[in-house]
């Protein structure tokens, strides 16, 4: 499998409501998240396994070929279809040509239409004078996306059977399966069994499942003549209706409008058009320059970001990667500013500002929202403040004409009232901070902010088994204090008194964190609330107090020397480690169990979205010269932008291994990943001279 163009790879196709379809290059399912169908029934979250894949095969010249593949207990591959793949790309959506014994082409397509709960299926011969006969058996599930399904009885494969279209209902009180067909449609039910999934027995998990199929689709196709086509959709949400007409009418709108929009994207390159990505002469000719010129680019990633803003309610939010995230607190605000920001979306940057800072309590802002329509969850000190940095990015640019300009948002305009509630949340989360609120976050009498109560885990280092905070950093944490700082400073222009109270902090802050010892800062001072207990061990946080946020706590020589310590002991090409490797309890290695995993997970794991602070940090301390920027591009920027093409295709993971070769691990599409690569290159790293 892994000799087929990068077999194992995963491509990603989100609805823009929470839902999406993905899988791998070589067709075999290896997480319990890769399907066809899966849908949100309240968007974002309460997120539903409909549709798992297709068995598929097709006969031509009297032989029959398999143009899917599967993965059985105990790790049988049956059908193996990837040997007939001659090449995949993923732009502008999933696209596959399979060449047969017989030399015929056959070119199968998989894509999302933005805002609806669908995907749709194609097939069409490549090949001049061959007819092909193409049957292909739905695999569906119906399930919690998070859970494995079972064979068992109370599963209906009764349908509701119309021209061209066939509805299934398997269990009651579970979304519609419905589909549009431009063949014809069999009942003929039968299960599937056993179905491994190889990563999900990676990570320690269940990892076997039954799928139920309940008849099949066949076609017959030739060259010239109408492709097949199946649209799989749902019930939910209910107002978002496919267009009127047959599957090949229906199918040709949603192309169109779908290859129009992602045109339309910040970063879209000519040529990226439907019908198995092939494009005039001309336009080849133009993507080959750009290419070329560029020697590697971003403008991918810039595609990308579009996958992670989602619906919530009538506005907008951000899903912290896929395939198990649902919208973050913290993970939001990070990204927004290179998801939205720094690619011109400053639409939906004011809707996603605005929607959370109506979610407020005591000053707090949630750090997630969970996934079936439970209260939102309160347990972050720094989702707040990081709001505060996000909010001031915002506010800066669309009070800059120059900026909207820059990144293709010329004329945009912000309410005074809707600036207003953004400011006032700001305010708001500061002076709860600053008197004391939950959690055991305060202000303390130097100043600085304290949080944490036993060993809650309120910072990003949040990995919790069993209840037990695998990374406690109680007390007060290095880059909770930057943050801290930059939003007094921030905030101080709307409540003055803001600035005494970051003037204060920040003299503290540089008589308290300095590790004279290794030349950096503590990572925690007062741990566990015990005056004078401090946390030496060496961790990538204290980089917060010379880059990522807009102003540096630390400068000078010390500056120069957190740099250096980090850039030695914690930069990997896949971003900065969690913990240095001669520090005790480092795991250099990302795997195993649960409990395995998350012990790793801040202790050695690298994490690709540390690269923004590490990078400006950088620059920072070497005058922020021209030269220093080109040299960090290359240096920093390009292994993760080019490690696009292993892992999730398209974007970056969300963790990778702390050992080489620094395997990507995790999400393999990460919101903040993507983000901090994308602010880097529209903004921090821009030439301005």
């Known amino acids: 499998m892994e000799r087929v163009f990068g077999g194992e790879a995963e491509w990603l196709e989100p609805d823009g409501l929470g839902g999406f379809a993905s899988g791998t ?50 790790g049988v591959i049956h059908p193996t279809g990837f040997k007939w793949i001659e090449s995949f790309t993923p732009d502008p959506w999933p696209t596959w040509v399979y060449k047969l014994d017989d030399r015929t082409r056959i070119c199968c397509e998989v894509f999302v239409p933005r805002g609806r709960a669908a995907c749709v299926v194609t097939w069409r011969v490549m090949t001049e004078g061959r007819e092909v006969a193409l049957r292909a058996r739905p695999l569906l599930t119906v399930r919690g996306y998070h859970h494995l399904h079972a064979e068992n009885g ?26 549009m067909f431009s063949g014809t449609y069999e009942p003929n039910p039968d299960w599937f069994r056993s179905f491994l999934y190889s990563r999900e027995r990676e990570r320690g998990l269940d990892a076997n499942e039954d799928c139920a199929s309940p008849g099949e689709f066949r076609f017959v196709m030739q060259r010239g003549e109408p492709e097949a086509v199946l649209i799989f959709s749902t019930d939910t949400p209910p107002d978002r209706a496919l267009p009127e007409g047959g599957a090949l009418e229906v199918v040709a709108v949603l192309r169109e409008r779908e290859a129009a929009r992602r045109a339309a994207l910040p970063g879209a390159l000519p040529g990226a058009l439907p019908g198995g990505g092939r494009a005039t002469r ?24 579009d996958a992670y803003v989602v619906q919530r309610g009538l506005a907008s939010s951000i899903i912290a990667g896929y395939p198990w995230f649902t919208d973050w607190g913290r993970d939001t605000f990070i990204a927004m500013r290179g998801l939205c920001l720094a690619t011109g979306r400053l639409e939906t940057a004011r809707q996603i500002l605005i929607e959370w800072s109506r979610a407020q309590v005591g000053g707090l802002l949630p750090n997630r929202f969970p996934d079936a329509g439970e209260e939102p969850e ?75 109560e036993g060993d809650s885990s309120l910072t990003w280092m949040d990995a919790r088994v069993d209840g037990k905070a695998m990374t406690p950093r109680v007390g007060k944490p290095v ?18 008194r803001l600035a005494q109270l970051a003037a204060r902090a920040e003299a503290s802050f540089a008589a308290r964190f300095w590790n ?74 990302y795997g195993g169990g649960p409990l395995e995993r998350d012990g790793a997970y801040h202790n050695g794991t690298a994490w690709p979205w540390l690269i923004g602070p590490f990078v400006e940090a950088w620059v920072r301390v070497r005058g922020g010269k021209a030269s220093a920027k080109r040299e960090a591009r290359e240096r920093f920027v390009r292994p993760l932008v080019e490690s696009v093409a292993a892992h999730g295709l398209g974007h970056i993971a969300e963790i990778a291994d702390g050992d080489e070769p620094w395997t990507p691990r995790g999400c393999p599409f990460q919101a903040w990943s993507v983000g901090e690569v994308l602010r880097l290159d529209r903004v921090v790293l821009v030439d301005r001279t």
């Open 516 to 589: 004279k010892d290794k030349g950096c800062l503590f990572d925690v001072v007062d741990v566990g609330h015990a005056s004078g207990e401090m946390d030496d061990r060496l961790r990538p946080n204290q980089l917060f107090a010379v880059g990522g946020l807009t102003h540096a706590v630390v400068s000078g020589k010390r500056a120069r020397a957190i740099v250096d310590v980090c850039e030695r002991e914690l930069l990997t090409p896949m971003g900065m480690r969690t913990l240095g490797p001669g520090e005790p309890g480092y795991i250099g290695t």
């Open 154 to 179: 109370s599963f209906s494969f009764l349908a509701e059977v119309g021209e061209g279209r066939v509805t299934w209902r398997p269990y009651w009180g579970t979304p519609r399966v419905r589909a």
């Open 378 to 452: 309160f347990h972050s000190v720094d989702a707040a403040l990081w709001y505060v940095q996000a909010a001031h990015d915002f506010l800066a640019m669309a009070a800059d004409a120059r900026a909207q300009s820059a990144v293709g948002a010329a004329g945009f305009a912000l309410s005074s009232g809707d600036a207003k509630l953004i400011r006032r949340t700001c305010v708001r989360a500061l002076e709860a901070y600053a008197a004391g609120t939950a959690l055991g976050i305060g202000m303390d009498a130097d100043g600085l902010l304290a949080c944490g």
């Open 282 to 305: 001309k336009a080849r000719k133009a993507r080959s320059t750009e290419a070329e010129s560029a020697h590697w680019s971003t403008a991918g990633l810039a595609r990308a970001a």
């Open 25 to 74: 290059v070589s067709g075999v399912r290896t997480r319990r998240y890769h399907a066809l169908l899966l849908a949100a029934r309240t968007p974002p979250t309460d997120r539903f396994v409909l549709v798992n894949g297709l068995e598929v095969w097709a006969e031509s010249g009297g032989e029959e070929y398999p143009l899917c593949a599967h993965s059985y207990e105990p």
């Open 479 to 496: 880059e909770i204090q930057a943050l801290w700082i930059n939003g007094l400073k921030l905030a101080a222009a709307d409540e003055p």
